[in-house]
């Protein structure tokens, strides 16, 4: 199997894809290794607040006819 031409070139492919360097995003990388494990393990305790200050700041931008889409959304299903 290892005269195997096709076989030399599968492992030599494992072994590049294998050894992949830590990639850097310059100075927001800290941020990123901070952020990254919580949204990994508790996605709740993040979208909560996201989605909270998003509706929020969709009814700042739209007021009431927010509320009446959804209003007519929700009758009309």
Do not use: W
Request: net charge positive.
């Amino acid at each position: 199997m290892e005269n195997d031409f096709f076989y030399q070139q599968l492992v030599a492919k494992m072994q590049q894809v294998s050894i992949v360097p830590p990639q850097n995003m310059g100075p927001l990388t800290p941020l990123y290794k901070r952020l990254v494990p919580q949204f990994k393990h508790f996605p709740f305790k993040a979208l909560i607040p996201l989605s909270l200050l998003a509706i929020l700041f969709a009814y700042l931008i739209f007021g009431t006819k927010l509320v009446r889409l959804a209003s007519i959304l929700q009758f009309s299903f």
